[in-house]
């Protein structure tokens, strides 16, 4: 099931409110699991949007699965962020207005891998040296995770 895909049948590339769920993966060397995605090049956090009838953190365990490999033994909720800095128009066109349940897991398993489709890369980094070239829907919430550590 894809209820996005779904929904863009039916209202093209006008913004929509988009829900879904993202995770903070930290090894246990303290650093922070990103991936390149495919459809911008930039780094970012393993998510995505929530399908009917699940929760948020099935969403996250979910993304976190499909675009990595790994599978969260624990989710600690992080915050939810809305609002202007959420919003996200995609290089096809398709514009979404995020609300995004952020979690940080310590505690997972499996194997790194990208699925090749979303994902082209996937390295962990040193909190101090974090890429700049960061997804604009995922630096409000690396920003501020960054800034509860650092506090």
């Keep these: 099931m894809n209820y996005i895909r779904e929904l863009r049948e039916l209202v093209g590339t006008r913004p929509i409110i988009m829900a879904g769920a993202c995770v903070i993966l930290i090894d246990d060397e303290g650093r922070l699991l990103l991936q390149q995605r495919t459809d ?9 949007s929530m399908e009917p009838g699940e929760s948020m953190k099935e969403v996250a365990s979910r993304e976190l699965f499909e675009e990595v490999g790994l ?17 996200y128009r995609y290089p096809h ?3 979404v207005y995020n609300v995004v349940v952020a979690y940080i897991c310590k505690e997972y398993s499996g194997i ?29 919430i690396i920003t501020r995770f960054l800034n509860e550590v650092r506090s």
């Design 40 to 48: 911008n090049g930039l780094w970012g956090l393993p998510g995505g």
């Design 71 to 87: 599978e969260a033994e624990e989710l600690e909720l992080l915050d939810i962020f809305s609002g202007p800095e959420l919003y």
């Design 93 to 95: 066109g398709d514009e």
């Design 112 to 140: 790194i891998r990208g699925d090749g489709n979303e994902v082209q890369d996937v390295q962990f980094f040193d909190l101090n040296k974090i890429p700049n070239q960061i997804s604009p829907p995922d630096l409000p």
